[in-house]
């Protein structure tokens, strides 16, 4: 049973380099999210969506880019790399569907990204 | 909008003894509740969850944590820590429009010997 998967697990990237977070879920759940991490915080939403095609921003959207193409994939990218996506990046999946049960989002391990 | 308060950033207990990490939430009509654990350097792992069935909730690992209205709480508690006990802990509600989380800030669970 693999959930989520994410990878790298970590990466430095220099100030301005580009970089792509991968997410798959083999669980067929419509609904993605990606959260980051800063230290000593909880987890922030960066964008989320409902299914293939569709996208939305979350509450710290700004310098990254999300697509999905499959129920399965929900990379995220990163264009222009700056010390302040030093983070730990979260990938989570969750089913469609009304009641709290269908809530329940399941995460990936997590990516430990540096910009330097 | 919803958000969630954890009221200490820091618990140290020792084994054997009971946990108590608290949370109170603020939302405008009766909010999804959830309870995760994070250990060093992993994901987050579900703890338990409010479904407004009982307001005294079950989780793994022993954990419980009881959905009090008029106080705006929802304390996680354990009747006696173990050293595998020692995580970070997060109070989350979630937004049922976009089902996408808000986390509260967490807080760092140590058990001593």
């Known amino acids: 049973n693999a959930g989520v998967t994410q990878t790298p697990k970590f990466r430095i990237l220099k100030i301005g380099q580009s970089m792509t977070l991968q997410c798959t879920q083999d669980?067929?759940?419509?609904?993605m999210y990606w959260y980051r991490q800063d230290p000593g915080m909880g987890l922030k939403l960066i964008y989320y969506?409902?299914?293939?095609?569709?996208?939305d921003k979350g509450e710290v959207p700004n310098g990254y880019n999300v697509s999905r193409s499959t129920t399965e994939d929900f990379p995220l990218r990163l264009e222009l790399a700056a010390p302040s996506q030093t983070s730990v990046y979260f990938c989570?999946?969750?089913?469609?569907?009304?009641?709290?049960?269908?809530?329940?989002?399941?995460f990936g391990a997590g990516t430990r990204l540096s910009v330097l | 909008a919803q958000s969630v308060t954890q009221l200490d950033s820091h618990v140290s207990v020792s084994e054997g003894t009971p946990v108590l990490l608290r949370c109170n939430y603020s939302?405008?009509?009766?909010?999804?509740l959830f309870w995760y654990v994070q250990h060093p350097n992993k994901g987050l792992q579900l703890l338990l969850k409010?479904?407004?069935?009982?307001?005294l909730v079950k989780g793994i690992n022993g954990f419980e944590a009881e959905f009090k209205k008029s106080e705006t709480s929802f304390h996680l508690t354990k009747p006696s820590a173990h050293m595998s006990d020692a995580a970070e802990y997060f109070c989350?509600?979630?937004?049922?429009?976009?089902?996408?989380?808000?986390f509260g800030s967490g807080t760092r669970l140590q058990v001593q010997p």
């Open positions: 939302s405008s009509y009766s909010p999804s």
């Open positions: 409010y479904t407004s069935a009982a307001t």
């Open positions: 989570a999946s969750s089913r469609q569907g009304a009641g709290v049960a269908k809530n329940i989002q399941y």
């Open positions: 669980m067929n759940h419509n609904y």
């Open positions: 969506s409902v299914g293939a095609g569709i996208t």
């Open positions: 989350v509600v979630i937004d049922t429009g976009r089902r996408a989380l808000t």
